[in-house]
């Protein structure tokens, strides 16, 4: 077993989540040694073509991140392993923060065609094939944001990939609804935290109004001038919200969450030309994420 490759005890969690073992033309190639390929490829950041000939063909490999990207694949199996962990206790739901962070794009991953690619066995999506392919450009260059909620133990548990230059409280509801624990007795999957943390870019009126409807708990730090025009409209403003600094100090676990995912040279840095590639590419690094012992 090479350096980071997939060990006997997260082989064990992932195999039984895996499609079958077959293909349109015949049997998969191994579906260990393939699959190692991949997160090799994305921990290294080496283009496809230049992967070590141990892990097989290198359009092997990358053609069957590309399909299982495109078809969800990569995300069932991210929430097969999420419901093995919530029900072995492993979730922490008392509190779940969100946060973002932008990740350099490469100059091979910009000129993508702007026509959506035909690709079996799965209709064109728009979350996936968008005519931004989920690039921004800005005073740095291209970019993409990797908007985030993680749980107490540092996993992620539903992201949104946007281009750089898009806010972030207008993703905080779209990155809670990515929030589906599937639970393993069966009925609806879990979908709400018990608490909710994010920094000041995350006060908006619509986001609180969401996560009261919800009745979720939440510690977001109202600013200033938020603050001073509540007060100027006084009884409309509204009352304060809560804010408990112990609880906001939670905060950093979302922070350490996307340390880990920045670990792996390929989603701190973007090669990938189509944006659900990419997002596949990101579902990678969770899973793995979720595989390690604890």
């Not at 000129?111 to 690709?119: N, Q, W």
Request: hydrophobic share 30%.
């Amino acid at each position: 077993m090479g350096r980071g490759d997939l060990s006997d005890e997260e082989w064990a969690r992932l195999e039984p989540h895996l499609p079958a073992n077959h293909g349109r033309g015949g049997r998969w190639q191994c579906h260990r040694r393939v699959i190692n390929g991949i997160p090799f490829r994305q921990r290294t950041g080496l283009p496809w073509r230049d992967r070590p000939p141990c892990f097989g063909s290198w359009k092997t490999v990358h053609d069957r991140h590309r399909r299982w990207s495109a078809d969800g694949t990569w995300e069932r199996i991210l929430r097969a392993v999420q419901a093995d962990a919530d029900a072995e206790g492993r979730i922490d739901w008392n509190m779940v923060s969100v946060d973002s962070t932008t990740c350099r794009a490469h100059q091979h991953a910009a000129g993508a065609s702007t026509r959506a690619p035909k690709i079996p066995g799965r209709r064109r999506s728009p979350a996936r094939h968008r005519p931004d392919e989920a690039l921004g450009r800005s005073r740095g260059g291209l970019t993409s944001k990797i908007h985030l909620a993680g749980e107490g133990g540092c996993r992620p548990l539903g992201f949104v990939i946007t281009p750089g230059q898009w806010g972030d409280a207008p993703q905080m509801i779209p990155v809670l609804e990515e929030i589906r624990v599937p639970r393993q007795a069966g009925g609806r999957p879990r979908t709400r935290p018990d608490h909710v943390g994010g920094d000041g870019a995350y006060s908006s009126r619509r986001n609180l109004r969401h996560l009261r409807r919800r009745q979720i708990k939440h510690t977001i730090p109202e600013p200033r001038d938020q603050r001073a025009n509540r007060q100027r409209r006084g009884n409309q403003g509204g009352r304060p919200t809560g804010f408990d600094k112990a609880i906001y100090r939670r905060r950093n676990e979302v922070e350490r969450t996307i340390n880990r995912l920045k670990n792996i040279r390929a989603v701190a840095t973007r090669f990938d030309k189509r944006a659900y590639v990419f997002h596949g590419t990101v579902t990678v690094a969770a899973i793995r994420l979720w595989l390690r012992p604890e």
